[in-house]
């Protein structure tokens, strides 16, 4: 049931951010589920490894590459799914912002 929960909340966080960052678009409330589990898994996997490589560079930049890393993976998702789309990188660098934001307030009230 918890799983269920998580997967709803990312959807609505996406679907929320998607609304609040111009250059950003979502299909539908299906699309944003579909972005947000892919956006979690490729942030898991993928940005996970690149984090780890580039370890040097987010020390220095007191963790803001990590941003960096999520917009990548923002338009990794971008390339992969159709119902989701991205204007270019400074869209998705604020949409990772956004919607890291809005999964830190939607934890609060877990």
């Given at each position: 049931m918890r799983i269920l929960v998580e997967i709803l909340l990312t959807g609505i966080a996406v679907a929320l951010a998607a609304f609040l960052v111009p250059g950003v678009h979502v299909g539908g409330f299906l699309d944003a589920i579909i972005a947000g589990l892919l956006i979690a898994l490729a942030n898991a996997t993928i940005g996970a490894v690149l984090r780890l490589?580039?370890?040097?560079?987010?020390?220095?930049?007191?963790?803001?590459?990590?941003?960096?890393?999520?917009?990548?993976?923002?338009?990794?998702?971008?390339?992969?799914?159709?119902?989701?789309e991205t204007s270019g990188f400074l869209s998705a660098l604020i949409f990772a912002a956004v919607l890291s934001v809005i999964k830190m307030i939607f934890g609060f009230f877990k």
């Open positions: 490589f580039t370890l040097p560079i987010t020390i220095l930049s007191l963790g803001l590459f990590s941003f960096v890393i999520s917009a990548l993976m923002v338009l990794l998702v971008d390339a992969f799914m159709k119902g989701f």
